[in-house]
């Protein structure tokens, strides 16, 4: 009988095309109508070391990439000894005949492939391996392998022999499934919109900043937001804009804040060992009252920490980091299509209100590939800056105290735009000023011009119950397990719904409180280790919650938060 949905992780060494081949079912998954998410892991060194594909694709909208594995696929032994209890009770086993063992207990759903023995027959080399692999994965789920065939050829276009090695690998393998083929056929539906499109987090997020009016990018590569950097090297010049890539994040910084200056939208991105080095600048940012976004995908942390795993240890850094009180914004996607979203939010909140805005991502959202829709900009509203051309012939003062805290900005060029942008405590001409007096009156109008984030004019996510007697709240990446996790406790009859704030600050305590008022449980899932949405929630708005933070690399699963929910103890 055919499935809604099928987990599918591939393990093995780096080199030996793991990454790849999830890569290569994935797209081809998405161009054969069905709706997937994925997740991976991979070593930081240079030498190699386990990799880990999963992949959850199937006829309805996905939006956690699973949990139990109905499909594992094992390169070498060391895939089955760390992933074999990940198993589904009744998941199905495809691994490398001269590579690895499987106990005797789970010979009855297990099937032996020639992984290497094929390709070596075929191309020559080990090369075809992951194909063999890909292969027989499409024999166990009855997938029509043309949309892989076509991937091959695109990719080796240039290399013809390679293409067909490839294809025959890709072919052999499907002969390999055995007694297995067909076992995870997956329904699909009969109608597939037009409008889908694959994308990681990470592209979303430079395909909306180009779609926000971005018109310069500085960076330096960092995992895990290289790929923006990459992405935009490509694309922002087919619309007239710059990528550079600079010495270090402090260079990056600085740049984007002298093209910012200069009229330019502008951006940057990089993780948490780069945000600290960044943060002299946001606060200048803020100070100054220049605008700028700046990606912060999270990993693993402290110092180097986990470059390769997931995390959501940089919140308490993004909204506090740096000496003094400068304002900023920080916002949290919390899907793919979010990224795409945020990111234009990042912008026109920017360039409204005159401050750096941090966009929080993490390694699981920043790499992970989804399906969805295509995003409809055709009504984008797309917000700009006040500049001194809005002043009129009177006398320009960048640092207006108006009614709204919001200043003219001068342009360089702009007639009677002229000021000197400076860190330094300064009047409303720019000049320095240290009075007591002048100091409270610009950190006030610092401060209050970020008072309608505070109101509806921000996009939050509340998914369940509106006001329930279970009440879930978190950030990011963990929407989806948390979204699935609800339904899950609904449809057992519970009332429990999550709220997700997408600008966590400035922090939103008047919809966090409504939201619990009736809330017998208030239950924070997080991925850190102290716990830093917790804290938020309890100083924002003084309530007593259940914290509920991990920080072992790994997203949640629905599963996780469901026992949490129900409180069960997990088996």
């Not at 009855?142 to 293409?163: C, N």
């Not at 360089?412 to 860190?423: A, K, M």
């Not at 939201?515 to 850190?528: H, Q």
């Not at 917790?534 to 938060?561: I, M, Y």
């Amino acid at each position: 009988m055919a499935r809604k949905s099928v987990v599918i992780r591939l393990a093995g060494e780096s080199g030996e095309g793991v990454i790849s081949s999830g890569d290569i079912l994935t797209q081809a998954a998405a161009r054969g109508g069905y709706w997937t998410q994925t997740f991976r892991t991979y070593p930081a060194e240079i030498k190699g070391g386990p990799c880990m594909y999963q992949v959850r694709m199937g006829e309805d909208q996905i939006y956690s990439h699973g949990k139990w594995v109905d499909l594992l696929v094992c390169f070498n032994q060391e895939a089955w000894d760390l992933h074999w209890d990940s198993l589904a009770s009744d998941g199905v086993i495809l691994y490398d005949e001269t590579a690895v063992e499987i106990p005797d207990e789970y010979a009855p759903r297990a099937r032996p492939v020639r992984m290497e023995k094929l390709a070596k027959e075929i191309g020559g080399s080990l090369r075809a391996k992951n194909m063999v692999a890909v292969g027989a994965v499409s024999g166990v789920i009855s997938f029509d392998t043309t949309p892989i065939e076509e991937l091959v050829l695109r990719r080796y276009a240039h290399k013809q022999g390679v293409a067909d090695a490839n294809i025959a690998a890709l072919r052999a393998g499907g002969d390999e499934s055995g007694d297995l083929k067909g076992s995870l056929e997956i329904t699909k539906a009969v109608e597939v919109e037009a409008d889908r499109i694959l994308l990681s987090g990470n592209q979303a997020i430079a395909a909306g900043a180009v779609a926000a009016g971005l018109e310069f990018f500085a960076g330096y590569p960092i995992t895990p937001a290289s790929d923006i950097l990459e992405w935009l090297s490509a694309k922002l010049p087919q619309v007239g804009g710059i990528t550079i890539q600079c010495e270090d994040e402090i260079a990056s910084i600085s740049a984007v804040l002298g093209a910012s200056y200069a009229g330019a939208k502008s951006m940057t991105a990089t993780s948490g060992p780069g945000l600290s080095l960044m943060t002299e600048m946001l606060g200048y940012s803020g100070t100054a009252e220049i605008p700028c976004v700046v990606i912060d995908a999270q990993r693993g942390g402290p110092s180097t920490g986990l470059p390769t795993k997931t995390e959501q240890s940089d919140l308490q850094h993004a909204l506090y980091g740096g000496h003094g009180e400068a304002p900023r914004v920080v916002i949290a996607p919390i899907t793919v299509e979010d990224c795409f979203w945020a990111t234009i939010d990042a912008f026109n909140y920017s360039e409204r209100y005159q401050v750096p805005v941090i966009l929080l991502t993490d390694q699981g959202l920043a790499t992970r590939m989804e399906v969805i829709h295509k995003p409809d900009t055709s009504d984008l509203e797309l917000w700009e800056r006040k500049t001194a051309a809005s002043v009129g012939d009177g006398e320009y003062k960048r640092y207006e105290l108006t009614q709204d805290s919001i200043s003219p900005m001068g342009i360089p060029g702009e007639l009677n735009g002229r000021y000197v942008s400076t860190g330094i405590e300064h009047d409303e001409l720019g000049h320095p000023a240290y009075t007591p007096e002048n100091h409270v009156a610009m950190q006030t109008k610092r401060w209050a011009k970020l008072d309608p984030l505070k109101t509806d004019l921000v996009r939050h996510e509340l998914y369940g119950d509106e006001q329930p007697e279970i009440a879930l709240i978190g950030f990011g990446s963990t929407y989806g397990a948390v979204r699935e996790a609800v339904a899950l406790a609904k449809a057992e009859g519970a009332s429990v719904g999550a709220f997700y704030p997408r600008v966590l600050g400035p922090f939103p305590a008047d919809q966090v409180a409504h939201f619990t008022a009736n809330a017998k449980r208030i239950v924070i899932p997080e991925v850190n280790f102290t716990g830093q949405l917790a804290r938020l929630v309890r100083g924002e708005c003084g309530l007593q919650v259940e914290s509920h933070a991990k920080c072992d690399g790994l997203p949640f699963t629905a599963d996780d938060v469901l026992d949490v929910i129900m409180e069960r103890v997990p088996s």
